[in-house]
């Protein structure tokens, strides 16, 4: 019997013996998250994670889907969000270290939010719960970690994990945490674009002065970097965190929309088609949404002030990597499942004045880089000798009088990196001095992103001017920022790691760390559980419909079969044995593969008398049909 | 002080040394966080204080003006001289030109162009007074001014992008 659900992918098998470190490349994106790792072959694979696929949708619902308290993520999730709007979360990085007072959180946005100690976002899911964006994120990344355990054979407890290189500390804090709560170890955080080229500098030997242009889900990223004998020196940075297909489905979801009424449910709803209609469009000039024609123009038009936002970082980066207008650019590289859209790729060709590059599949490019750089950091021997020098994405600098900020590194600086300078008390008998720590690059306080804000006290007191303090900015390897405050007569001094103002209180971390560990207990076999009785219960609707609408392709005995067999798989969803439902799912599928093909001959017949294929393509069990088909085929 | 030329393996001069990026990159090699991430913390510790003293020499030495200021200040000139009443004159209607060119949104690129010829100009006369032997104290007005030509054009340079 063909197994309907675990494909194999060939050469996965052999990674068990293989792959020694178990170190992995996460890519936690906006829409899909993918995990990668360099196997005996020296090269990264992407793993299958999620029904056959490496893309794992980052839709996390909380719900009583899979029992009380329990978590659903990636498809399964995904296809309980237009039915729960409010109890599952989609595209939580684009609320990474963000504060609920944030304009990004209050657009077109179906959640509930709740308010957290610190301002941080919090979502009020089902069953009176509030998760916050890393308590979602982590969720993913589990997920991630538990299914290539699934598929390795080996424990997965390192990790590399990539963030968009634009991301200021408080995001980077935040996705490190996260990896954290889902009990990895964090070697690195990787910038994406930089981990994209990564993958393309081995695969092609390039040398040169190369620009990632990195369109994802929710962020958009540009970086120049040079190559040079196998050391990738990134140049300059820019981007916009808040940036990206989402914004596209959202501007293409306004016009299906039009003026119809705004449930939570019919804003997932005009989303999802929105989504799928932008796919559709990628290839044909015009697609149906709702009964109603879209063409690529009008997408085109809906999103060209989207795109051509990413012009004006692109310049800047490229004027501060010293290749204005990208004369003496050796080559664009396309990064993201965004800069599929045939705009998109136009107007890049347009900016940069090149072809851009994207043998690599644009999706799983990330992924790929970050194992890599996983496998660098933990071999003995790593299959490469290469090495990443990155930069800071944004200046950090203090406030000073009259609420102006001085930078003490600028943007664009290489890490690992320190800058020090020193300051006066104007006071007189002045004993403390607030130290207030600002990201961006405007001049004023207000513009800037405050990081944090600290006093340094037992200061002597000194006519003014005489006190002098040195404040030091370090910057690490992942981009995270610590700064030390040292009055330099008496030494007096006070260092913290940058907890980020619209982060998380040390008491909401240690909150969420015990929690995850008491969720050790609820390990492997309790999310299997989890997951084989969604999709138990994904089966079974998606029979019932069709023995309701396509009943009639059955014989009597056939179909008391599959009722029996339905019968036997809901008893078996209500007890806690996953392997049992495992089994009666697997002869649900056996029973009714005939009846799917059967289901599926008659969708093609009646799309040749000019039904839309779609109209069958469409419902969950012709999906599973499909692969019914496909395997029957063989 | 700390001599970041020798911290570089390069001799001491003006001009950008010769080969300056391949041994930055040697070195990077050698001491960047990335090769120890197996090692023990002491050793880390070391790789990442050694990294970034590097990457600091690297950067100071790339520049011309920082590069300037560096080779004086290791051969005894410290900085914060009398300023001419003149030169802080200039300096006044130069920033208060780039106020104006950033409020209006425009002009700002010329303006840079200015103080960037006027700091090579500079850069030229204290490599002559180097070069020449003479007295090095005279140079110390004019590395104050690169000071505040260095510092008006990173903060050109560090304006927000243009849209």
Redesign the interface.
Known sequence: MPALFEIQEPGEARSKEACTTGAVGIDLGTTNSLVAIVLGDGKPHALAVDEGSTLLPSVVHYGSQGGPGSVVVGRAARRLAAEFPRDTIVSVKRFMGRSSADPETLRLSPYKFAEGASGVVRFAVAEGRTVNPVEVSAEILRALRFRAEERLGIPVKQAVITVPAYFDDAQRQATKEAGRLAGLEV??LLNEPTAAALAYGLDKRSQGMFAVYDLGGGTFDISILKL??G?F?VKAV?GDSALGGDDFDRALAEIILGSQERSPRRVREAIDAAKAAKEDLTKAESTEVWGRKITRAQLEQAIRPLIE?T???S??ALR?AGVPDGKGLDGVILVGGSTRVPAVRAYVKQLFGMEPLADIDPDEVVALGAAVQAD???SESPQHDV???DVTPL?LGLETMGGLVE?LL??N???????TQEFTTFADGQTGMDIHVLQG???LVQDCRSLAKFTLSGIPPLPPGLARVAVTF?V??DGILSVTAREQLTGVSQTITVKPSHGLTDEEIERMLLSSIEHAEEDVQARLLIDNRVEAQRILKAAERQLESNGDLLSAEERGQIEAQMATLTRAAQESDHHSIKDEIDKLDYLSADFAKRVMDRGIERALKGHSVAEFDQGEMSAHAKKAYEALEK | MLDKFALLGVPQGFDEPQGL?EKY?AL??QW????F??AKPPERRKA?EQ??LL??A??TLKDPVRRAEHLLELRGVKGDPKMSPEFLEETMEDRERLLEAKMSGSGVEDLARGVREKRDQTLAQVRELVARGAELSEAAELLARMRYYARYL??V???????
């Open positions: 070697l690195r040079v004998e050391v020196e820019g936002k012009g004006g970082s310049r800047r501060d660098l950091l933990t090495l990443l020098l200046s930078k600028l943007r600086t290489t890490i690992p990196a320190r800058a690059e405007r001049e370090q690490d390897a | 990026d990159r990077a090699r960047h966080p990335d090769r991430a197996r990442l990294t970034m990457n600091d690297y950067k990173d903060e340079e560090g304006r927000p992008a243009e849209i």
